[in-house]
């Protein structure tokens, strides 16, 4: 620990994202990358922009790119917030929307990085419990006299369950008078999204992620979607910290991957059958799963502990994540990869099963 270390970095304790092993014939399902390449579209398009144009800075307000997911998702342009993937827009909103006397609200068991933001900015929290089938209640949430914001992502990370849209309306209802964060990084695997409730509710903030259905995890982009009164406060923040957070190259492949639906959906969906066809296979196994909206399962086996599942698949080769805290260590989580890269799996998995 440094001398010069501020009391909040010696305070802090940081994200752990998961492993990144460069090593020959690995098959990484730890990350919940997807298997599956992005839009030919995005990849011509940024290889279009690798031009002379790359010595000027980047439009700072990435309006082309905006204008693009608004036509896609139904919205006006001043309720779209685009950033350097999801997690810088998450920081944002922790600074800009969550810092108030009452605490920050979200899920025991849930995305890592909040309560990492919450310390970073010294925002108060409280944890809201997972039921007994690592399910969010709504009813928990409402229950709470008084919050300075909600968060959670539907469907839920690590546990991949998601909530109905009527349970999310409900909240809303109740709770207008703070910001309901939906985090949507994995939606479009199974789950319903609730950006069509944003005219409705001017407490709504939805984010999106380029990383997972849209195969762009290395080209850092995020959005949110919102009244356009939250979004202006995000740009606020925004441009205290960072007036060019997406380069051209970033801006071009972005905005022809968010335009390109039907790859989209092609991908989107092999992973869905390939999630639908290994949970039977591996329920044949022994395993118990639950139900799963994302592109990664969580799941568990009687007769091994999580870390030995993890370690057991991780001498194979195969990597998987392992969450070693209370009432999830038993599980681990499996990202859904190609139907080969599954097929392998369930070998592994076969190899370490006690007779």
Known sequence: MSRFWSKTLQQLTPYTPGEQIQIADLIKLNTNENPYGPSPKALAAIQNNCNDSLRLYPPPGSDSLKETIAKVYGINNDEVFVGNGSDEILAHIFLGLFKHEAPVLFPDISYTFYPVYAAL????????????????????YMAVPKNGGIIFPNPNAPTGQGIPLAEIERLLQANRDSVVVIDEAYVDFGAQSCVGLIKQFDNLLVTHSLSKSRSLAGLRVGYAM?????????????NSFNSYPLDRLAQAGAQAAISDQAHLKNTSQKIIDSRNQLVP???????????SQANFIFTSH???SGQALYQGLRDQKI????FN???IDQFVRITIGSDRECADLLRALKNLIPA
């Open 281 to 291: 296979e591996l329920d044949a196994l022994g395993f118990k799963t639950l139900p």
């Open 302 to 304: 009687p007769k091994l």
């Open 325 to 327: 805290a209370p009432r």
């Open 121 to 140: 900015y010294e925002i108060d929290t409280q944890l809201i419990p997972l039921d007994a089938d690592l399910n969010i209640q709504i009813n928990d």
């Open 226 to 238: 919102g009244n356009a009164s939250l979004i202006e406060g995000l740009e606020r923040v925004k």
């Open 319 to 322: 990597l998987v994540r392992y």
